[in-house]
């Protein structure tokens, strides 16, 4: 890394490590997920989605270690996911589709992580040998809700919130929210963008 | 809202596909080249008798193919530096090639300029306006360089803001070497490098700031 200190090349290296582990266990999910993600930047939800599905439990297990390795807890884990599917999500444009996909996610990853690192730097934090038994747990999605995102979207604009939340929560389609926010189908499109653009800078301005 | 929650939305949204890098940086990079052609018509103009000159004075052509391609590979390296971990070691090393090939320019016109006129041909006849008009006809592309590059994920801000910096002065070097009357490798390596470089250097100071994400 270029300028990098030493306490995030330190970070590199564990991620290095993921990475080469994430090698190692196959081509054939490297090849599923870059048809995937082809798919889902060509406009297919439905593959999106199966894709995002896929990565969830992975990036769990990154933003576990990446926070543990930092000397964090690593039970807020589920907001350094959320935070880095947003970023996965709002940059996918800038993944070359004739490239491979990996290394693409995990350089996302890697930077995201490193940034809430950053961010959290003044926080005191507890010894990672307390949380021990946290990480050797199974990566399931904690079922205690997640607060950053709540509090984030309840800053929102009320257009672009009701959107997302409708969107979010009840699972609407486009078409519903339009129907049940009583506007058009586009200006829904466009308040969902904004609202998951603004989602992520929230994440980024918040414990700076 | 659960991460599940979240897919969710951000599925929905990927029904509305997103323009790919490349074409988001063509479409603002094309008004960038307008306005800094027309600042050139406007304040410089094509030299008198480029055609016919350059016939007779391979440093010409020289000069202005070695910023074309200086171009071509900023704008290559500039893209690749706003993909997250894309592979950077070729097009590095193609880099390379400009400087080397400047070296060889000059190592040629060590030979055949007598000594007595290497300072005179080091200096040329404008120096001053030369480095004026690098950064001016750059201004235009840097800017809508760096607006476009807010869409990309660069790992390295500072750098992928120097790489626009170098790729837009290499724009604006190219456009004033059809202008400019000095040829010699000697008077491109003094002046034109400094023009491209106090781009370069803007890049990195600004895309350091503006590039984060």
Redesign the interface.
């Known amino acids: 890394m270029i300028g990098a200190s030493r306490a995030e090349r330190n970070k590199t290296y564990i991620f290095t490590e993921i990475t080469t582990g994430a090698h190692v266990r196959g081509n054939d999910r490297e090849q599923g997920w870059a048809a995937l993600m082809r798919a889902g930047n060509a406009g297919d939800a439905a593959a999106y989605q199966q894709l995002l599905r896929e990565l969830t439990p992975v990036l769990r297990a990154a933003a576990r270690r990446g926070l543990s390795a930092g000397g964090y807890a690593a039970m807020d884990a589920e907001d350094v996911v959320q935070e880095t599917l947003l970023a996965i999500h709002l940059k996918r444009q800038t993944w070359d589709s004739q490239s491979p996909f990996s290394p693409w996610l995990w350089a996302i990853v890697r930077h995201k992580t490193i940034d809430v690192l950053r961010r959290r730097g003044r926080r005191l934090h507890v010894p990672i040998e307390d949380f021990a038994d946290v990480l050797g747990s199974d990566e399931a999605e904690p079922s205690m809700l997640v607060e950053d995102i709540d509090r984030h979207l309840k800053s929102l604009p009320d257009r672009q919130r009701d959107v997302v939340r409708i969107i979010a929560v009840d699972g609407a389609s486009i078409g519903e929210a339009a129907e049940r926010l009583s506007m058009s189908a586009g200006a829904v499109r466009v308040a969902l963008h904004r609202g998951l653009a603004a989602l992520a800078a929230k994440f980024k301005m918040s414990e700076a | 809202?659960?991460?599940?929650?979240?897919?969710?939305?951000?599925?929905?949204?990927?029904?509305?596909?997103?323009?790919?890098?490349g074409r988001?940086v063509s479409a603002w990079l094309l008004p960038g080249m307008v306005v800094a052609i027309g600042i050139y018509v406007a304040g410089l103009g094509l030299r008198p008798h480029l055609l016919s000159l350059g016939a007779d004075d391979p440093r010409i052509f020289f000069k202005i193919g070695l910023m074309g391609l200086l171009v071509c590979l900023a704008g290559l390296l500039t893209l690749r530096l706003?993909?997250?971990?894309?592979?950077l070691r070729g097009i590095s090393l193609a880099l390379m090639i400009v400087p080397a090939l400047l070296l060889l320019g000059i190592g040629l016109e060590l030979v055949a300029v007598p000594q007595a006129d290497w300072g005179r041909r080091m200096i040329g006849h404008n120096a001053m306006f030369c480095l004026r008009s690098i950064p001016l006809l750059a201004l235009a592309p840097f800017c809508a360089l760096l607006v476009a590059l807010r869409?990309?994920?660069p790992?390295?801000p500072?750098?992928a803001g120097a790489a626009a910096g170098l790729f837009a002065g290499a724009i604006g070097a190219m456009l004033y070497a059809t202008h400019c009357p000095d040829d010699s490798p000697f008077f491109v390596a003094a002046w034109y490098s400094i023009g491209i470089a106090i781009m370069t250097a803007a890049g990195a100071l600004i895309g350091a700031r503006l590039l984060r994400?």
């Open positions: 809202m659960k991460t599940e929650n979240l897919i969710q939305a951000l599925a929905v949204d990927a029904g509305t596909p997103p323009a790919p890098l988001t706003a993909r997250p971990g894309a592979e869409d990309g994920a790992s390295h500072a750098l994400w």
